[in-house]
């Protein structure tokens, strides 16, 4: 009950450019994305049929209606290569997680165990990698895993291996991808939460006879689910969606569904059938999304 | 008694091996940016003549200047309309669709690139916008514009609403009170919500490659197909280029924060 | 404070004041006001005049609603029934800029980004002053709280008590018609508390200003307010001097709230002359004066104050025809508190109650105290009893 008044209704004037921006840009274009996954696949430019011509009245729009079809959805859901594909993100996409949590977790609770300045200072190491591209990151790591790359020379320096081992085009490769890629997401909801835990809290633990793995299993971890949560959503619903990645790392014998989203869109130009993969794609994503969605703003409207 | 020492060494290992992992890759990259040798294996003595190479690459420093106006260009809009976002989630009342708002805010930080660059080149298509620079830059601004927005409003959410009632008992109108102290207060946050969106957008390929049209490939696309043949020193070259903008951005984000430090807590780039 | 500084008169330039009443004159006036959020009726129909030149305290536990009513004196809630009249023109509607009334926050609020300079003549500057007055005007203020050489240290490098300074003068540099303070101490330790109330009485006596100072804190109102308004659950439950309050509560729950006080249920009620002898569950019959005003309805109880109960070996020495006057109950000493300046005894009376006695540490040493479990007699006169209803 903080001065809500006075500054309510002039502030509620600024939501009107970001709205009408957000529903032209954002919401509007799902709208053709669902219209044109119901379409029928045409050779032509733009490669879909039929197109909505709101001129054309009442008639047309019935007729428009009428021509709508499932086909795509049909295709998708009896094409092994989809149903492959939505699988494979899916395990992808919860094995990277789950070793996201597994190497972030212990770096984000050394960091909310530096004294305070050094705190800062480990927060923007952090972050530094997160500024650089993207494609930067994935192109330094094919650098090092390529065949006569630097991961090979040194192996081989040291007598591990015999022949160089083929690291790009596996699995592997697109793992330490992801994992590389995706960790600051993971470490800093994670490090928000141990940050912000009292000191005390651990200490009391101790205090009442609890041995140290105890006092993490009992009580820091415990408290720090909702970073967890956080950052698991933060990371597993791009994943999911990912194409840079496994198109650079992985090989091709396996797609990801943002990949065969791609292939449709770019190589085949089967843009209904694209469309119909991004709507499912998106009905999967629906419960996690909305899961981080409401996290986002409980966090951020904590204040109001 | 003995003290319960915070830090164990397992804390400071898992630390160390963090950060080499996020960074090695890194510096191995500009190392080898300045390596004199064509063959990626072979040190051929320090030489900047790929860093030549790529300045005399026509088509990808077209791609690079073509990046940056984008970039500018929808961070600028992206950090006044996600300013605006934040004023009014954080201070306005509830009005009509505003939970239907914050959702189409929150959507795109997770959404699958794929999906938010598909469903916009539909709409450009319908539209039979001419696909160049202002998709890209709408496009980016769309995206970039959600992350300025929970950066200023974190900020904002911080912020002691008491300050603006001071300003309003000591005779400001709303508006003056924003002004004269709410946007002083968050400006470290909204720079740095420019610079999100600005890295942001420098970085993406995958919502430009569906909205750019032919002829106007930005910097990452250009990258993307020439990576996809393979390593070439090139890259590299132009890689720690953009490094190094980068760099210089976040030592000029620091300062920033450094400045307007009397918040008592300083800003992170995030 | 310096006395050689010139008096600050706040009715001669108050920014917007037109006419501003005389000392003593009704300066604002509250008719009705309530305000609900929600479900919640956070003020509950309050009336209150406040006079000119008066330093007056709402006193009330948390959730009170005692920061909604000021915050409504200072515009930042709009009241939903009622009116506000300051000088006679009703200002419930209006704006916090468009008040004469300026407000010293809780945590000062003080601009984090602007100098102490700059933070005292920020409302200045809003008043559009010309450059030179605020110029004479801030350093005026600077001096009045004592914070010469600090004009040019943002807030995070000054102490909790120059702070505090700065966001007083920010505040009186406008020369509001009427301060508001909300918990202006609450953020300083014991010892600065004290002096910081000294001075804030010292100063609002000094510029004949009108000051209303909302907090929990019993001791804090009593020690600088004239008046005090005490607050429960939205309403006005008693508007006193701090003496009245505290020797005239008008409920039981008023009592409890300010200061310690023994209570005795009533059980049975009869009239002796000017006296009443109350029957009572724990001390037996306990002879009191008889209220000033007639006793209503209601579970009734006998209150007494733990210094104005006596203890005695051996009782009160009694005078001829005084014997009946005196409430004289025995018992045992149960628990001892020691307070440095006084103690505090807990005695078990022999007719089951317990009542508690503060006894003034008069000599350093231990002579006059008693130890546990010693039989004694606690006493006092009906004058010093109250009757409350509940």
Known sequence: MSGRRIFARPARFAAIAPYVWMVLFFLVPFGFVLKISLSQTAIAQPPYEPLFDPTAGWEALKAAFAALSIDNFKLLASDDLYVFAYVRSLTVAATATALLLLIGYPIAYGMARLPRRWQAV????????FWTSFLIRIYAWINILQHDGLLNQILLALHLVSRPVVWLSTDTAMYIGIVYSYLPFMILPLYATLAKMEPVLEEAASDLGAPPWQVFWLVTFPLSLPGVGAGVLLCFIPIVGEFVIPDLLAGSNSLMIGQTLWLEFFTNKDWPVASAAAIVLLVVLLVPLLL???LQKRQLEQGR | MRKLSRLSRFNIASLAMGLAFLYLPIIILVIYSFNASRLVTVWGGWSLRWYHEFFNDRAMIEAAWMSLRVAVSSATIATLLGTLTAVALSRGEAFRGRTLFSGMLYAPLVMPEVITGLSLLLLFVALNAERGFWTVTIAHTTLTMCFVAVVVQSRLGSLDRSLEEAAMDLGCNPLRAFLAVTLPLIAPAIVAGWMLAFTLSLD?????????????ATLPIRIYSEVRLGVKPEINAICTLVIGLIAVIIVIASLASKLSSSQGESAAPL | MTDDLPRTDAAADAVGADAYPAAGQPLLRIEGVAKTFGTFRAVDGVSLDIKAGEFFALLGPSGCGKTTLLRMLAGFEAPDEGRILLGGKDIAQALPHERPINMMFQNYALFPHLSVRDNIAFGLKRARLARADIATRVAEMVALVKLEGLEKRKPDQLSGGQRQRVALARALARRPQLLLLDEPLAALDKKLRENTQGELMELQRRLGMTFIIVTHDQEEAMTMASRIGVMKAGKLAQVASPRELYEAPRSRWIAEFVGDINLFEAESKLRDGHRLVIGTSGAGALVVAEPREPVGAGKLSVAIRPEKVKLSRRGPVSEAGHETAINRLDGVIADICYLGGTT?????????????????????????AYSLNQHVVAWFTPDDCVVLTS
Do not use: C, H, W
């Open chain 2, 204 to 216: 993406d390929l995958v919502i430009a490659s569906f909205t750019t049209g032919p002829g106007s």
């Open chain 1, 122 to 129: 480990a927060m923007v190491l952090v972050i530094v990698p």
């Open chain 1, 292 to 294: 981080y969605e409401r």
């Open chain 3, 344 to 368: 505090t005894y807990k005695v078990k009376l022999d007719t089951g109650g317990m009542v508690q006695a503060s006894v003034a540490n008069s000599a350093r040493l231990d002579v006059d």
